[in-house]
């Protein structure tokens, strides 16, 4: 049902009906939106980046090729405009100092809840940050898309073997990164002729 | 000591075999590197898996469509100044070739009398052309052509003014 409607909207988007695309726009608001927050690490810049996204597929939709997923497509769009926006500033691209103000006004109570997304938030764009572009976009379509290696290949315009080689190099990165961030303390010391200590 | 080929079987999300699951759980058991490896990535998943979508700001899809209209208002402008940009581009580049082929024979001076009364003469010869065709016909003959080619210029001139008028203000639909 939905894959009809969905399939109905984009018929009558490319026929130039901007109301169609607008439903395109509240369907997929979100999986653009995280894509390019995870990837630029502030709301702003996601924000912008989300917009144009879908104002590049507004312009290009004519030339969206039927056979292929249309989210991937979308994503596809944002991962590489989040890629060159990157590539244009060479400026640090996380600000951590305003995630953590982001969202709740001056002196009004924080719920606990809130707290811990914010932590949360924290962490995962203090892990991602060191990664490079490339392997960033490749780790957030496979966590949060829960993408194949041959469906993020598709939408970074990567072989395949380049994807695995890029998402085993990030989670080598972000494993350090942890460590780094978080020292781990193990049950024991263990000497290689040792007993285990289970 | 070399981590290899523990640290691909940690990293890699492959399922390994059963005896391979064993050598690597006795790895674990001696190695603290590869240990501290595999519990940093799991805790590392553990978030990646378990933060959720970030939402935008309540209203996306009301401020995509807002946008689009300055977007597209700018895309015409654009198109209206590219097109001035080749039309003068193709004038000065016709004007260049006009003046190189005129000049290389004649004089300044030359050119301009050439061009007026080549100017002149035209617009005499029209005028003298309407004048005879409105004199040959008979009765309210000359008066209903005279008003059929006003009426068909007019038309002609707010055809053309309209439609600059919306290439500029409106641009062109590219779809």
């Known amino acids: 049902m939905v894959k009809n409607l969905e399939a109905e909207w984009l018929e009558l988007a490319c026929q130039g009906n901007d109301e169609a695309f607008t439903m395109i726009v509240q369907t997929y608001q979100t999986p653009v939106y995280n894509l390019c927050y995870r990837m630029l690490g502030d709301a702003g810049d996601a924000e912008d ?15 969206y090729d039927r056979q292929r997923s249309f989210i991937t497509w979308l994503l596809s769009i944002a991962a590489h405009y989040c890629i060159d926006q990157h590539r244009k500033r060479r400026l640090p691209t996380f600000n951590i100092d305003l995630l953590t103000q982001e969202g709740v006004p001056d002196g009004a109570p924080v719920p606990e809840r ?24 490749a780790i957030v379509l ?57 | 000591m070399d981590h290899q080929p523990f640290e691909t079987w940690i990293l890699n999300q492959t399922e390994l075999s059963e005896k391979d699951k064993h050598i690597l759980d006795n790895h674990l058991q001696t190695c603290n590197h590869c240990q501290k490896l595999s519990v940093s990535w799991k805790s590392v998943e553990h978030e990646l898996t378990h933060t959720p ?37 193709g004038a000065f580049i016709a004007l260049g070739l006009l003046v190189a082929r005129v000049f290389a024979d004649k004089s300044l001076l030359d050119v301009v009398v050439s061009l007026f009364s080549s100017l002149i003469g035209f617009v005499l010869e029209t005028l003298t052309f309407f004048s005879n065709l409105f004199n040959s016909l008979q009765g309210p003959l000359p008066i209903i052509l005279w008003i059929l080619t006003t009426t068909t210029l007019v038309v002609l001139t707010i055809g053309l003014g ?14």
């Open chain 1, 114 to 137: 809130v707290v811990s997304q914010r932590e949360q938030d924290h962490l995962i764009h203090s892990l991602l940050s060191d990664l490079p572009d490339q392997d960033r976009a």
């Open chain 2, 53 to 89: 979508l970030a939402q935008p700001k309540p209203g996306f899809a009301q401020r995509f469509i807002a946008s689009l209209t300055a977007r597209r208002n700018l895309q015409h402008q654009e198109q209206v100044l590219r097109f001035l940009l080749y039309c003068s581009a």
């Open chain 1, 49 to 63: 980046a989300a917009q144009e996204t879908f104002w590049r597929a507004y312009q290009g939709i004519n030339r």
């Open chain 1, 142 to 198: 496979r966590y949060w898309y829960d993408m194949s290696e041959e469906e993020i290949a598709q939408t970074l315009a990567l072989t395949v073997s380049a994807v695995k080689s890029r998402l085993y190099r990030a989670r080598q990165l972000l494993a350090k990164r942890w460590q780094s961030s978080q020292p781990i303390v193990l049950p024991e010391e263990r000497s290689p002729h040792g007993s285990p200590a289970f």
């Open chain 2, 162 to 175: 309209y439609s600059l008028w919306k290439f500029v203000f409106k641009g062109v639909n590219k779809k």
